[in-house]
Nanobody, 123 residues
């Protein structure tokens, strides 16, 4: 079973930046394409960004393209999400998961999720 632990969230003003981390254990991290997802209050969980197993390819939701950057360090079994130019509509709980079927499918692989990390952007 894989463990996913997200961190780095917080409260930030619009236009600010945050860097999220996703630490994994229990499976070989470098075997998997990985992704970030977010869920705003009262809404479904949405795809944010994905990265291929070796970091060579990335894919972003249109809403974050040009503002967010996904990366990974396979030696540390950790994935990151650098979020710049944050907007109030980015407010959500951010979670990570492996991605099923290639990064453009945007589909999470594991049914079990971590606790997520709260990002709140004030206007």
């Amino acid at each position: 079973q894989v463990q996913l632990v997200e961190s780095g969230g917080g409260l930030v003003q619009a236009g600010g930046s945050l860097r999220l981390s996703c630490a994994t254990s229990g499976r070989t991290f470098s075997n998997y394409d990985m992704g970030w997802y977010r869920q705003a209050p009262g809404k479904e969980r949405d795809f944010v960004a994905a990265i291929s197993w070796n970091g060579g390819m990335t894919y972003y939701a249109n809403s974050v393209k040009g503002r967010f950057t996904i990366s990974r360090d396979n030696a540390k079994n950790t994935m990151y999400l650098q979020m710049n130019s944050l907007k109030p509509e980015d407010t959500a709980i951010y979670s990570c998961n492996a991605v099923r079927g290639g990064i453009t499918t945007m589909q999470p692989l594991f049914t079990s999720w971590g606790q997520g990390t709260q990002v709140t952007v004030s206007s």
